[in-house]
């Protein structure tokens, strides 16, 4: 028995392997115990192996490639197509050892464990701010109750502690002492971000594509190293219009019959470096005069809402992030009007 193909759908403890000789039978239908993995996998004849990549598929890629493997790691939307009828874990077997057999597959590219490391810093960094926003949040809406306000931003809290404390507030001790444990809680996550960004900058420095990033207007430190963490491999995108539609900042097509129709933006690529380039747009938005900003800006901003033109910038912007992260170049800042 050859087996020149497996579809391997993983879990956290039970593991469902499809593979199909050079005829393209279905020679291996079988259940695994995480257990009996790399063993199993190590007394096999080295032969391509394709993964969903979703949670700990890189840490499965890296250990069966070590055994001698070849291991390839597909989007999970591109093996959707490929189930037969109902979902279980046989039929998504089947359907990525289906998926890694077409030739325009796309792949995403494997990571190490250190590229894994440095991405867990940007993680956090967003898992804190929303509960920071949350606390935030939970405090306005227990001193609303009490008649006490203040304008939007997390530095006005202070403010709006300081005033329910006042004696001409009237606000219960039980209602204080509430208070009081929630902005222990929120200065506890404020020196909880401070430290990831500390370590974000750092690796900032280190990073020459991250620094080449920066020089870009709208892009910061912390956005110029997440795109350098998480764009491991530009040369992957044949083109800057390919990366900003992977970001999901190009319209969604539904051309049919020879007439086109595009709509609004997919949003089908990266959450987290879209609502960077977005945010980063908005910003030079806000701050574009005659003498600043790009004569094309300037002439979007006369006919488009600035919502609009925002995001028609950051497509612009994420294809010059592609240019820049694949020729190392800075940006060059366009002749003013």
């Known amino acids: 028995m050859t087996i020149i193909r497996i579809g391997l759908d993983i879990a956290k403890h039970v593991f469902q392997v499809h593979g199909v000789d050079e005829n393209e039978v279905t020679v291996l239908r079988r259940q695994l115990r995480r257990s009996e993995m790399k063993k199993f996998f190590n007394k096999l004849a080295p032969t391509r192996i394709g993964l969903e990549a979703c949670g700990a598929s890189h840490y499965w890629a890296r250990l069966l490639r070590v055994l001698g493997h070849e291991v390839v790691l597909l989007p999970p939307q591109y093996i959707k197509p490929y189930v037969k009828r109902g979902k279980d874990d046989a039929n998504d077997a089947e359907a990525i050892c289906e998926a890694i057999s077409r030739p325009g597959m796309r792949f995403v590219p494997m990571k190490s464990a250190e590229s894994?490391?440095?991405l867990m810093p940007l993680g956090g960094r967003d898992l804190l701010i929303k509960q920071r926003?949350?606390?935030?949040?939970?405090?306005?809406?227990?001193?609303?109750?009490?008649?006490?306000?203040?304008?939007?931003?997390?530095?006005?809290?202070?403010?709006?502690?300081?005033?329910?404390?006042?004696?001409?507030a009237s606000v219960p001790a039980l209602a204080l002492d509430m208070l009081r444990l929630l902005a222990a809680?929120?200065?506890?996550?404020?020196?909880?971000?401070?430290?990831?960004?500390?370590?974000?900058m750092a690796l900032h420095r280190e990073n020459p594509v991250s620094q080449c990033l920066a020089s870009q207007p709208g892009i910061g430190p912390i956005g110029a190293v997440s795109f350098?963490?998480?764009?491991?491999?530009?040369?992957?995108?044949?083109?800057?219009?390919?990366?900003?539609?992977?970001?999901?900042?190009t319209p969604k097509d539904n051309s049919s019959g020879g007439k086109r129709r595009q709509g609004r933006i997919s949003r089908q690529g990266n959450e987290a470096l879209r609502k960077l380039v977005v945010l980063g747009a908005t910003a030079v938005i806000r701050f574009a005069k005659p003498g600043r900003a790009s004569p094309w800006l300037l002439n979007l901003?006369?006919?488009?809402?600035?919502?609009?033109?925002a995001i028609a910038l950051a497509n612009k912007m994420a294809r010059t992030l592609w240019a820049m992260m694949k020729s190392g170049e800075v940006y060059r800042r366009p002749l003013p009007v």
């Open 185 to 200: 809680q929120l200065d506890a996550l404020d020196a909880k971000l401070k430290l990831i960004e500390t370590w974000l």
């Open 301 to 309: 901003l006369a006919r488009k809402p600035k919502k609009l033109a």
């Open 228 to 249: 350098a963490l998480r764009v491991t491999d530009p040369k992957s995108f044949r083109s800057g219009r390919h990366f900003a539609a992977w970001l999901g900042l």
């Open 116 to 118: 894994q490391a440095e």
């Open 133 to 168: 926003t949350a606390v935030i949040n939970t405090i306005r809406g227990y001193a609303a109750e009490f008649g006490v306000i203040a304008t939007k931003g997390p530095v006005k809290v202070a403010e709006l502690l300081q005033q329910a404390h006042a004696e001409e």
